[in-house]
């Protein structure tokens, strides 16, 4: 009896801690446009063509947290105007860049 009950305590644990891992490795690929403070979840890197030169460009595919609608943007323009979800947590919420 005493075996179960420590197996069990240890099976939560483990599940605790891969409950903490997961949702902070989903946090990393949290981002937040600063001026509204809506925040994205980040899906992957894709490629976008460019209108005017006809060339294939890196792009963010990511989605909004707030009604799951899904954007793309140019990655370097991504990487100007969002902010990771940590270091906004860290700034208190202030615009950082």
Known sequence: MYVLIIGMGV???ILAGLLYYSNKSQKSQIYVYPKTKNQ????GIVK???????????AVLYI?????????REKR????KFVTLKDW????GCKIR
């Open 64 to 72: 909004s947290m707030k009604n799951g609608h899904h954007y793309v």
């Open 11 to 13: 099976a939560l644990a």
């Open 48 to 58: 976008m063509k460019d209108i005017n030169s006809g060339e294939w460009t890196d």
């Open 77 to 80: 323009q991504f990487l100007d």
């Open 40 to 43: 994205y979840l980040v899906k």
């Open 89 to 92: 947590e860290e700034s208190n």
